[in-house]
């Protein structure tokens, strides 16, 4: 029942600020094309791949073998993909265009910035926000990442606790070595945005606890914390992920679980998001679903994509993601052909898209040899069940539709499907 409330949240959600802003963003009629040719000799695709990246793809800064072997079937002679491809990526401390020439330099063929979704890519719909103060934490170009995304006026964790030097106590040799004269200049922050995980993970949680707890204004203290708090806005939820270590290493997810308990045990309340983006939320499917669109339109391909397949390597994310996108569009089809967005002033045009279905590869977080960490633990023979705790466990979310050894596999697993030349 709870991930029927979910669904049903999330159709009535998108509203006015949707469409606008997929309008904005150019994604809703044809684009100009960009030189693409279509491939006479092949029909025209009716599906596209969500491909993960980190332990499909890659190994940190290592190239996965099977990608290349995989982009080998994927690309044409002519060095353009046979079919729409976008980049489903949790990761957020990187430029979309830094990803897209990282991505073009390990798999050797040209991956545009528009076919990467970083996990707070969604955030660009989140206009209400925009022009509004905002406390960022995570770590890379930060900044610019944030102005990309539409937030026109942003501080950093540093600048807060440079602005107040006694909020930050934990490491003893950074504490002022004299008091400092208390504040009354800083303007007052009205929200708190998360872009991933930051370095200083004491640092950045004392300093958004102050910024909650005294309602914007961390240089002052009230009585009693306001609630509900500032409006939140986070990304990425992955618990773990898997780089060159042997074991999986902590992800954002982590510390927004650091941040849910250290807020519940303060205030007694629950830690509430505005927006939760990233996988396995259906918000940034549905934004991958428009993007693998207007990619098709590019290449000049007339048949609507009616498939998608989501290859991935965490259970959790990747897996539970894609089911949970198929069972809103399986939801949005029973339910008719239009859907009405939460202000009741427009109505959204059905999706082409009719199904998307999970592969699991076990190159990266999931190892098949392992217990599977996808249950509430019962008793000391189950794994803990290692989703964000706004997505409630749902066995038949954590079932992938096809598990394979790697992202080659996976790949002539759905061209065979398709009936499509290897």
Known sequence: MAVLRYLAAVRAAPGLWWRAARASLGLLGPCPGRGYSVDAAQSPPTFGFLLDIDGVLVRGHRVIPAALEAFRRLVNAHGQLRVPVV?????????????????????GFKVEPDQVILSH????????????????????????????????????????????PVL???????????TPLPRNDFPAIEGVLLLGEPVRWETSLQLIM???????????????APYPHLPVLASNMDLLWMAEAKMPRFGHGTFLLCLETIYRKVTGKELRYEGLMGKPSVL?????EDLIRQQAERRGWVAPIQKLYAIGDNPMSDVYGANLFHKYLQMAKHDGAEERGADGLWKRRPSATQSCASILVCTGVYNPKGPEPTRPAQDAEEAPFHGHRDFSF????MEASHIVNDVNEAVQLVFHKEGWPL
């Open 210 to 224: 102050d910024v909650l707890l005294s309602n914007g204004n961390p240089g002052t203290g009230l009585a009693m």
């Open 87 to 107: 980049f489903v990526t949790n990761a957020g401390n990187i430029l979309q265009h830094s990803k897209a020439q990282e991505l073009s330099a390990l798999l």
């Open 121 to 164: 890519s969604p955030m660009k719909l989140f206009s209400q926000y925009h022009n509004k103060r905002m406390l960022v934490s995570g770590q890379g170009p930060l900044v610019e990442n944030a102005r990309v995304l539409g937030f026109e006026n942003v501080v950093t964790v540093d600048e807060l606790r440079m602005a107040f």
């Open 168 to 178: 930050d106590m934990v490491d003893l040799q950074r504490r002022p070595k004299t």
């Open 394 to 397: 749902s066995p038949g979310l």
């Open 284 to 288: 940034t499917y549905q934004y991958a």
